[in-house]
């Protein structure tokens, strides 16, 4: 993001601490032993788990010479996994074909000029598919119709690398690069809509239909929720605190129950120089991690709304949940204010039997906590358009998970608790403005970095990826966060009392949780990894940020990061329960430098979207003398983001 700043170096700024609240409700060393012990008896809840034993983690274990054997016999995916490497292209397991469906630069607007990356204008880039594609989700058309060959896919672009992107060493670098770069920069961030369409061949192609669309740093956007309007987000272009231009650093998503689309805001933070200190948003903006001086986007130097000692409250109009109708071309995107604002890594809205609407939402930050929100309405399922605006109105939750396996969920509302004038919270406007500190407040549970959510809709499990967190001290480990300097991640399940699948009820306030696995390497002692026993050297996984489930209740685990322990990105499959639990198989590789986004699969699940991100962003790799030039690998093309459509040859189910 800066100046050819590694990746690592780009995740630590990304990701720096900024919770100062003392919320680690730590119980005593034999309440936290007990509690290991049943996460050990939780993990190893099959029957052939049982009789392997204790879960791998040992280097040497003996499961690892039957492996082959035991995973064949043990999963439901029928793929034989990939084996670890990291080079300058990506891999599929075995039986299935993945193409680049777009690529950054492609069009997405009917009448978007052809890519010339020695040439590249704003203009041209809000025709076309933007930067570092992450979030991707596919909805059919028509809205309804189930349509496994044809539909919308909603793409996010997160941020931009400029060093892969622009010719001109002077643009490369925020502080000289000139404003037609920021401007092109702006038009690369946002989301694309695109349709496509699966010929009689089995191809996927783009569509140039008329959902076709862009949005970027420049499109209106409307704000709508509780925090609409306040004071608190007026400036001088937008008096009203109702409308603001753009949307930045879109993470993760999904598509909600009603059709449309829900995508985070990230590292908003990022964007904004000046000293925040010096406003009078000092103690929020600080708990946001805002700065003191340049931003490492240099549009403040362009654009006087990104810097805080200029426009205080600008930065109080982002790091909010987006919703967009794609099925309208023509409708303004809106930010949930009832979401809560904080580095949203995505949102994942379903109905609950009851009808209510609940929204899961991660907050991307070591030390930073989990949400959801529960609706004050109900789902029609008659009338699609009649949910658009169900998530304005209901209650934010913050979640407190105790080392007994249980945990609650503490109601983020004005006036209850501490969230009162006492604390500077006026209005259930301040509490959402500055949900991080209304948080902390309430106790929160400290998390190691909360990536994305997904419910499990075969089973009502509602599936979090803990990313990492390396800053985690001894004294700071819990039953939830098992492990200090945790470089490696896990995978965090919240239950919800009830049944299985659609009985479990997700507006309740005390859920129990469990833990999938604990990622690294089992041959690693030091690691603490914690798998099916069936893992070894060859499978492990590093890092998870995005999940995915399929029809069948499965988890795909997308990872970032996992170039830190050797191996490259990409995404392991794993069943959830049964014999195969946390048996985890790779099925895609990322090229060098990338990390794999999306991924998410069509109505039938023929086809899965991998958005290949970031392809050669490692330390001293430029548009000149890249680490890849992936995935076209032509001379004179930089490396370019991607979405892949991977499907399995001769048709069928992916995974099986
Ligand atoms: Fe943009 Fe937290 O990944
Ligand atoms: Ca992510
Ligand atoms: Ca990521």
Known sequence: MTDALPEAARGDRDDLPSNPSANTPFETILTRAMSRRRLLAGAASSAALAAAGALSGTAGSAVFASKTAAAAGLSTLGFEPLAHGYDETHHVARGYEASVLIRWGDAVVPGAPAFDPQAQSAAAQAMQFGYNNDFVGYTPLPWGSGDPAHGLLCVNHEYVDRELMFPDAADRVATTQSKAAVEIEMAAHGHSVIEIARDAAGRWAVVPGRFNRRI??????????????????????????????????????????????????????????????????????????????????????????????????EANRFGWMVEIDPYDPTSMPVKRTALGRFKHEGAHALVDKSGHVVAYSGDDQRFDYIYK????????????????????????????????????????????????????????????????????????????????????????????????????????????????????????????????????????????????????????????????????????????????????????????????????????????EGDGRALVKLFFACPRGAELCGPSFNSDDTVYFAAVQHPGEEKGSTFATPSTRWPDFRDDQPPKPAVMTITKIGGGPIGG
């Open 216 to 313: 970027h740093v420049g499109t209106p956007i409307a704000i709508a929720g509780p925090a609409a309007g306040h004071d608190r987000l007026r400036t001088s272009a937008d008096p009203s605190g109702r409308l603001v231009l753009g949307t930045i650093n879109n993470c993760a998503g999904s598509i909600t129950p009603w059709g449309t689309v829900l995508m985070a805001e990230e590292n908003f933070n990022n964007y904004f120089s000046g000293d925040a200190a010096k406003t009078a948003e000092a103690r929020n903006y600080k708990r946001l991690g805002l700065g003191t001086g340049e931003a490492e986007y240099g549009w403040a130097r362009f654009f006087d709304r990104f810097d805080v000692e200029k426009e205080p409250n």
């Open 373 to 576: 929100f529960v609706s004050k309405g109900t789902f029609d399922a008659s009338d699609r358009k009649a949910n658009i605006g169900l998530l304005d109105e209901g209650t934010l939750h913050v979640a407190k998970f105790a080392d007994d396996h249980t945990m609650e969920w503490l109601p983020l509302v004005f006036g209850e608790g501490p969230l009162t004038p006492t604390n500077g919270f006026h209005s259930q406007a301040d509490v959402l403005i500055e949900t991080r500190r209304a948080a902390d407040l309430l106790g929160a549970t400290p998390m190691d970095r909360p990536e994305d959510i997904e419910p499990n809709l075969v089973t009502g499990v509602v599936y979090c990826a803990l990313t990492n967190n390396g800053k985690r001290k001894k004294e700071q480990v819990d039953a939830v966060n098992p492990r200090a300097a945790n470089e490696h991640g896990h995978i965090l399940e919240m239950i919800p009392p009830g049944g299985g699948g659609g009985d479990k009820d997700h507006t309740a306030t005390h859920y129990r949780w469990d833990i999938l696995l604990l990622a690294g390497d089992p041959t690693k002692a030091a690691d603490g990894a914690k798998y099916h026993p069936a893992v070894g050297a060859g499978d492990w996984l590093s890092c998870p940020d995005n999940v995915a489930v399929d029809t069948r209740g499965r988890l795909w685990i997308a990872t970032d990061g996992a170039p830190k322990a050797g191996i490259a990105d990409g995404v392991w499959a794993t069943d959830v």
